[in-house]
Nanobody, 121 residues
Framework: VQVVESGGGLVQAGGSLRLSCAASGSRFSINDMGWYRQAPGKQRELVAVITSGGGSTNYADSVKGRFAISRDNAKNTMYLQMNSLKPEDTAVYYC???????????????WGQGTQVTVSS
């Protein structure tokens, strides 16, 4: 299962961006989806996750109230709406998708290549 992020860019502090993550492949089902980020010199950290069906979400404390994660199961796509962006949100944002491939009944854990988000002060 391949995963591709899009929507990153350069924005001023206080601005907004919307990231998208699309999963593609042959005959698979998605369980959990999540966004992670990695700033220069820092470890990758969880930003937000959303469970199958979108019934449950969880956010890092640093983004609560500013970011919103959502998914469109019909399109195998996940979104991250980022509002009130701060310079400390600058990082490469990665999409993670977990599920099962029907033909093999094996689980998969796929990562995208990342999309850069830069917030200027």
């Amino acid at each position: 299962v391949q995963v591709v992020e899009s929507g990153g860019g350069l924005v001023q502090a206080g601005g907004s961006l919307r990231l998208s993550c699309a999963a593609s492949g042959s005959r698979f089902s998605i369980n959990d989806m999540g966004w992670y980020r990695q700033a220069p010199g820092k470890q990758r950290e969880l930003v937000a996750v959303i469970t199958s069906g979108g019934g449950s979400t969880n956010y890092a404390d640093s983004v609560k109230g500013r970011f919103a994660i959502s998914r469109d199961n019909a399109k195998n796509t996940m979104y991250l709406q980022m509002n009130s962006l701060k310079p400390e949100d600058t990082a490469v944002y990665y999409c993670n998708v977990r599920g099962v491939v029907h033909t093999t009944t094996r689980l998969f854990d796929s990562w995208g290549q990342g999309t850069q988000v830069t917030v200027s002060s």
